[in-house]
């Protein structure tokens, strides 16, 4: 993932409320975004997404609750087929009641055309998973997904010509997620 240099300097010099909630839209645990925000300036992309990971390793369980309570469910790209979106919602609602939260799962390096399939078959077979397990594997979801959001964070902070424009890597121009790099079309719950 690049960035450039001026997309960092920004995030680097936001105030530190601004960048707390421009954290948020890429990782829904306060902790989270409260320690990557503090520990500002990064000198580069690598330094801030191995801060973000390591942010998310030392997550307690309550804020690996907090951030897949900020999770919804996405639904696939329009023109996708209805019984697409009538698999998706069943399979989802019966993740949902096993497990308490939302689905999540990082679909970067998928197209559009093989992302709906990944996204199908990724939550029917973790329904299967008890639930520390599927505790494990959200949990670094969820770590693969903000590192996204987060690099897609600071590209957008690159085109922008004031900082204190509201910053919502959420509502890219392509799909509106903040994990939807050209090659990933939006990911997933």
Do not use: K
């Not at 925000?37 to 997404?49: E, K, Q, S």
């Not at 973000?52 to 999770?71: C, G, I, K, T, W």
């Not at 009641?97 to 996204?119: K, M, N, T």
């Not at 902070?157 to 050209?182: H, Y």
């Amino acid at each position: 993932m690049q960035s450039s240099p001026h997309g960092l300097r920004r995030f680097n010099t936001l105030p530190a409320a601004e960048a707390e909630r421009a954290l948020l839209t890429c990782c829904g645990s306060l902790h989270w975004s409260r320690r990557l925000a503090a520990h500002r300036p990064y000198p580069d992309l690598g330094a801030l997404l191995a801060a973000a990971d390591e942010a998310v390793y030392d997550f307690a369980p309550a804020d690996l609750d907090e951030a897949l309570s900020r999770e919804t469910l996405r639904l696939p790209p329009h023109g996708s087929y209805s019984v697409a979106h009538t698999a998706l919602g069943a399979a989802h609602s019966a993740y949902e009641s096993r497990f308490g939260h939302a689905f999540v799962i990082c679909l970067d390096g998928y197209g559009p055309d093989e992302a709906l399939d990944q996204l199908l078959a990724g939550i029917r077979s973790r329904l299967g998973n008890d639930p520390e397990e599927e505790r494990v594997l959200s949990w670094d979801e969820l770590r693969r997904l903000a590192r996204g959001r987060l690099a897609r964070l600071v590209r957008s902070l690159d085109a922008r010509t004031e900082p204190q424009e509201a910053i919502d890597p959420q509502e890219p121009a392509d799909s509106g997620r903040p994990d939807s790099a050209s090659d990933s079309p939006y990911v997933a719950v």
